[in-house]
Nanobody, 122 residues
């Protein structure tokens, strides 16, 4: 029922910028947490940035100072502004969210988007 749809990926030169968007739709009562993960070829999936259930943000050390996560609660949307991109940022970026779908529910379920490819050329 719940879907996460990402957009904004593409090809960019090193040092350039991209902005990713993720919108949640469907049977949503409350979003506990929402953010971005990525997986590069030959690498495990890793956290990039997220809003926790308490509203605080977490960033991977490798992107601190370059990436910024933001949100629009009215649109159930999170964004990832990526600046000073490096070739090592090349990966498929996945949106992730923990969502309560029914009123009165206390525990959410985990959902994933299909991913959007970011390629950074040198």
């Amino acid at each position: 029922q719940v879907q996460l749809i990402e957009s904004g990926g593409g090809l960019v030169q090193a040092g350039g910028s991209l902005r990713l968007s993720c919108t949640a739709s469907g049977s949503i009562f409350n979003i506990n947490a929402m953010g971005w993960y990525r997986q590069a070829p030959g690498k495990r999936r890793e956290l990039v940035a997220r809003f926790s259930s308490g509203g605080s943000t977490d960033y991977a050390d490798s992107v601190k100072g370059r990436f910024t996560i933001s949100r629009d609660n009215a649109k159930n949307t999170v964004y990832l502004q990526m600046n000073s991109l490096k070739p090592e940022d090349t990966a498929v970026y996945y949106c992730n969210a923990d969502i309560i779908t029914l009123p009165g529910g206390y525990y959410g379920m985990n959902y994933w988007g299909k991913g959007t490819l970011v390629t950074v050329s040198s």
